[in-house]
Nanobody, 122 residues
Framework: QVQLVESGGGSVQAGGSLRLSCAAS????????IGWFRQAPGKEREGVAS???????DYADSVKGRFTIYQDKAKKTLHLQMNSLQPEDTAMYFC????????????????WGQGTQVTVSS
């Protein structure tokens, strides 16, 4: 049973930084992809950043240069370093995992965490 537990959300002012973490457990697939997604009230869920087991990354245009996705494979933990946060980054952020293929920023991942809220005030 794959479990994903997010942490690190909170409230910051514009220009601030946060680091999200996702503790993953219960999987053995050597080839997989894992990523961060977000959903603001009244909007569709969108991909933010993803990384596969080969280390290839993908970022949404809106976060390129500000967010960095990286993982600690030994600890099976995924991180998202978010810098220069803006009010439009306010959303619930979700960690997602898929053992089947490289999905990039598509929202069809198989396993999802419960989410962590990020609120950025102007």
């Amino acid at each position: 049973q794959v479990q994903l537990v997010e942490s690190g959300g909170g409230s910051v002012q514009a220009g601030g930084s946060l680091r999200l973490s996702c503790a993953a457990s219960g999987f053995t697939a050597s080839r997989n992809c894992i990523g961060w997604f977000r959903q603001a009230p009244g909007k569709e869920r969108e991909g933010v950043a993803s990384i596969n087991s080969f280390g290839s990354t993908d970022y949404a245009d809106s976060v390129k240069g500000r967010f960095t996705i990286y993982q600690d494979k030994a600890k099976k933990t995924l991180h998202l370093q978010m810098n220069s946060l803006q009010p439009e980054d306010t959303a619930m952020y979700f960690c997602a995992f898929d053992p089947r293929s490289w999905l990039g920023l598509a929202t069809s991942y198989l396993y999802w965490g419960q989410g962590t809220q990020v609120t950025v005030s102007s």
